[in-house]
C-alpha cells in the first residue's frame, strides 16, 4: 500500500504562540486516520495546514494525484436564508464544470432524498445538515476527505449515524479519510490509524496498540476514566 501523505517536522506558530510542534507522521491510501486530543490541542490547526489554509513550517507532502475533500466542524446558516441544498450543490457543481447527475450522485451517496434537497439551508436538522456538508465535500470526486468533528452538534443516535455513513462511503470509493473526534469508541471501531496530538505528537499508529492507558493520561490529564468499548 502505497504512502498517500508524508508530514515532517511540522510547526505552525501564530505569533509568539506555538501551536504544533515538530509534527511527523506519515499515512497509507485508503486508511483511516483519527486526531485526537484535548480543545486547543491544535487539531483543526492540522487539518488546515494539512488543506494549504495557514503557513506553516516542515514538509507536507500529498501523493501525485490527490484530490482533497473537507467538512468544516460548523457552518453558520441563517434561517431565514432563501437557498436549499440543491442550489448549495448546485452552484459548487458549476464552478467545477461537472456533470448533471453530480449531485444526484453525492445526494444518494448520502442518503439525502429528492424532497430533503429542496429544504432551505436554514430549515434542516442536524443530521441532514452533516449529510449536505458531506454531499458538498464529495463533489469532484475526492480521494481524501478531512472531517474536523463532524458529529459535534449532533446527539448521540445521530452521531452513530453519520459515522457510519463516512465509513460506508470510505469503503464504496476507496477513500483516505482524516478525522478529527473526541470519542474514543469510534476510534476503536473505525480508525486504522490514531494520531494523539497535543501541540506535539504524543503517539501515532494502530489504536489497539498506542492507546495505551499512560498516553491517554498524558494526552487528558489522570483525573479522566477512560472505557474501552469493544467491537
Same mark, same amino acid.
Given at each position: ?29 485508503? $486508511? ?138 470510505? $469503503? ?60
Amino acid at each position: 500500500m502505497s504512502s498517500i501523505l508524508s508530514v515532517k517536522n511540522l510547526t505552525v506558530s501564530f505569533g509568539d504562540k506555538r501551536v504544533l510542534q515538530d509534527l511527523s507522521f506519515e499515512l497509507k491510501q485508503g $486508511e483511516n486516520l483519527t486526531i485526537i486530543g484535548p480543545n486547543g490541542s491544535g487539531k483543526t490547526v492540522l487539518l488546515k495546514a494539512l488543506l494549504n489554509a495557514l503557513h506553516y513550517h516542515g514538509e507536507i507532502r500529498w501523493a501525485e494525484g490527490v484530490k482533497l475533500g473537507y467538512v468544516p466542524q460548523k457552518i453558520e446558516a441563517d434561517i431565514h436564508l432563501p437557498l436549499t441544498i440543491k442550489d448549495l450543490l448546485t452552484a459548487k457543481a458549476r464552478v467545477m464544470n461537472l456533470k448533471r447527475n453530480a449531485i444526484e450522485t453525492v445526494a444518494e451517496s448520502v442518503d439525502l432524498s429528492p424532497e430533503v434537497l429542496k429544504t432551505p439551508i436554514g430549515h434542516l436538522s442536524g443530521g441532514q445538515f452533516q449529510k449536505t456538508l458531506i454531499a458538498f465535500a464529495l463533489l469532484g470526486e475526492p480521494n481524501v476527505i478531512l472531517f474536523d468533528e463532524p458529529t459535534a452538534s449532533l446527539d448521540l443516535p445521530r452521531e452513530e449515524q453519520v459515522y457510519e455513513l463516512i465509513h460506508r462511503l470510505q $469503503e464504496k470509493y476507496g477513500l483516505t479519510v482524516i478525522l478529527v473526534s473526541h470519542d474514543l469508541s469510534l476510534v476503536y471501531r473505525y480508525a486504522s490509524k490514531v494520531l494523539c496530538l497535543n501541540r506535539r505528537g504524543l503517539c501515532f499508529g494502530a489504536p489497539s496498540e498506542v492507546l495505551t492507558l499512560k498516553v491517554l493520561q498524558e494526552l487528558y490529564g489522570r483525573e479522566h476514566k477512560y472505557y474501552k468499548h469493544d467491537h
